[in-house]
């Protein structure tokens, strides 16, 4: 994609407020979950702020469909947006790419490809972990049978799938829950391979660098042959 195209500057233009957007979705959908005692009206403006942030998704989605000159084509280059457009509580991995936008703003060098993955991997982790939490302990609170009861029982059970741990003391039962475990366990995989592949790639220039120079101290060391 052109940088200077018209869905580029949509998309450089509204970077930082759809990621403020989606992290109000998630704080919402947090305080409807954890709050549950709350007054009725607290309830309905959570509801109302996700169903505000959730229509600015589909917008920007719509715009930038249009805006691509694609049609199916758009859907097949844009597999996660889409995704994320039917499973919002995705959207907030969009976080992520707030920072890049900050830098390019200001005109700051960015982190080191290696840092970039392992600080997106994350800070992904972190999001997908919370939001995947709060989707199981919604799913899971008061089912019949259910071995997660509280946040504190889904966090951990996150954190055990992401990990592709799995201890197996608190699991998931209802059809929903098993589907959210589906997705973080693929997530967890994907996250864990892009960070120890990162941090195998940099290890191999770390010790490539180290060879390079001791094999040029090698050749400094030695005395040069006669008539040389």
Request: charged content about 20%; proline content about 5%.
């Amino acid at each position: 994609m052109d940088d200077d195209s018209r869905q580029a500057r949509w998309e450089r233009r509204t970077e930082v407020p759809l990621s403020v957007a989606s992290a109000l979705f998630l704080a919402a959908y947090a305080v409807l979950v954890l709050g549950h005692t709350l007054p009725a009206v607290w309830r309905q403006a959570c509801v109302a702020a996700m169903l505000a942030a959730w229509s600015l998704f589909g917008v920007d989605y719509a715009v930038r469909w249009g805006l691509s000159g694609q049609r199916l084509g758009f859907i097949r280059a844009h597999p996660v947006d889409t995704l994320a457009l039917l499973l919002p509580l995705l959207r907030p991995l969009r976080i992520v790419k707030v920072y890049e936008a900050v830098q390019r703003h200001r005109g700051e060098p960015r982190l080191s490809l290696h840092a970039r993955v392992v600080f997106y991997a994350g800070l992904s982790a972190a999001l997908l972990g919370f939001a995947g939490s709060l989707a199981v302990y919604q799913q899971e609170r008061g089912a019949p049978g259910a071995s997660i009861r509280t946040f504190g029982d889904s966090v951990w059970w996150t954190c055990t799938t992401l990990t592709t741990v799995g201890y197996g003391d608190v699991v998931p039962v209802t059809p929903m829950g098993r589907t959210i475990a589906s997705v973080l366990m693929v997530c967890g995989l994907a996250l864990l391979g892009a960070v120890t592949g990162s941090f195998s790639s940099w290890l191999l220039q770390v010790f490539a660098r180290e060879d390079e120079n001791d094999g040029d101290h090698g050749n400094r060391g030695r005395k040069k042959p006669p008539g040389s």
